[in-house]
């Protein structure tokens, strides 16, 4: 199939629409996450609540889960707003990085027979947030590579 005219620029169209589009939909999409999930935690109603505890055995309290939830709230919404423009994700990968903790605290729940290649539900939970601390990385530096 040969390159027309018509079909290149409609490719590049689209091309360039889909740059405009990227960064801002990665961000409201962390926002929502982030939203939901602290949501779920304020109101009781977490799933991650035994692995929040697990993860962090040192702080005790019925405390713990809503006011991390509280923190996660505040980060969606400064996501969602999209101020403070690079505090917010900057916070969001630092969040997100704390939750590699459960590899340390409670590698029983995240690996199968302590094997880093064998994980678990769980550890397959957490491990996917490399990609959003990528994704969040990527909104911090969002700003600059749209300036050059």
Known sequence: MTNTPGHVGVLD??????????LPCLRLSLGLVYLWFGVLKVVGRS???????????????????????WVEIVLGIALVVGRPRRLAPAAAAAHLVGTFLVFVEA?????????????????????KNVV????????????RTARH
């Open 13 to 22: 169209r689209a091309e360039t629409l889909l740059a405009r589009l990227a």
């Open 47 to 69: 799933p991650v609540a035994d692995l929040v505890q697990a993860t962090l055995p040192w702080v005790h309290g019925d405390w713990l889960l809503p006011a991390l939830g």
């Open 107 to 127: 590698p029983a729940l995240a690996m199968s027979d302590g094997n880093v290649l064998l994980l678990t539900t769980t550890g397959e939970f957490v491990l």
């Open 132 to 143: 959003l601390v990528c994704a969040a990385l990527a909104v911090v530096g969002w700003g």
